[in-house]
Each structure stands twice: as structure tokens, then as C-alpha cells.
């Protein structure tokens, strides 16, 4: 008898502990759902993509207005027309600001079918070896 009233016993406890489980996973999702559906307003996703176009253009104006390429070539006494052909290299050539701003000032359209990675690399190792002699 006292060993069916154990198991009656382990029975119940066991489902208590299932609905004591599932009970908390349930509110637990809930929490999250409701939590994740309140993280952002219609307002605050407009605010933030405006902040986000501003903070674009300025950066836009900003690349155009700094280009690298202006100090290379006033280094070498050249101009952009005397430059055959722009070779982009290096991760940030992958933008299509970088590449539209390049294009926009040496008026031509700069060649980006190397692997900018590699091209550094070969450079890098060019570079060692004229130094190493």
C-alpha cells in the first residue's frame, strides 16, 4: 500500500513540476513577445532613418571633399586627366561611395574587377621585398 501511495505521490509531484514548466516557459515567451513587439514605434524607426540619411549625406560629402587621391596626385605634380587608369584596392573600395566619388574625379570609371585583398597583399609582399634587399 505505502509503496502505490509513492508512486500516486511521484505521479503528482512529477505533473506539478511539468505545469510548473510549462507554466514558466509560457510567460517567459510572453514577456519576450511582448517585450520585442514594443521595442521600436512607427515615430522612432522615422526618427532614426532620417538620423541615419543625415549622418549618410554628410558622410557622403565628407568622402568627396577628402579624397585621398587629390594629396597622392599633388604629391606627384599630376592631375587627374593624366592618370590612365584608378586601381581600387583595399576593403573600403568595395562601397559604392568610394567608387562613385572616384569615378566622379578622375571622370572615368576605376578598374575593380581585382580582388582588393589580394591586390594588398601582392603589394605588401612587393614592398618587403624591395625592402629586404
Not at 514605434?41 to 579624397?67: D, F, H, I, P, V
Not at 606627384?76 to 576593403?91: D, S
Not at 573600395?93 to 574625379?105: C, D, F, G, K, S
Request: with cysteine; net charge neutral; aromatic share 10%.
Amino acid at each position: 500500500m505505502t509503496y502505490l501511495l509513492w508512486q500516486i505521490f511521484a505521479c503528482l509531484l512529477a505533473t506539478a513540476v511539468l505545469f510548473f514548466l510549462l507554466g514558466w516557459a509560457l510567460r517567459a515567451w510572453w514577456r519576450h513577445k511582448t517585450a520585442a513587439d514594443n521595442l521600436i514605434t512607427e515615430s522612432e524607426r522615422t526618427s532614426w532613418q532620417t538620423s541615419l540619411e543625415g549622418m549618410k549625406s554628410r558622410l557622403e560629402a565628407e568622402t568627396s571633399r577628402q579624397l585621398a587621391a587629390e594629396k597622392a596626385l599633388a604629391d606627384a605634380q599630376l592631375k587627374p586627366r593624366e592618370v590612365e587608369e584608378v586601381v581600387l584596392v583595399g576593403g573600403t573600395t568595395r562601397t559604392p561611395l568610394i567608387r562613385r566619388t572616384v569615378q566622379e574625379y578622375f571622370d572615368r570609371k576605376p578598374h575593380t574587377e581585382l580582388n582588393p585583398d589580394e591586390v594588398v597583399a601582392l603589394g605588401f609582399v612587393g614592398r618587403g621585398c624591395i625592402g629586404g634587399q
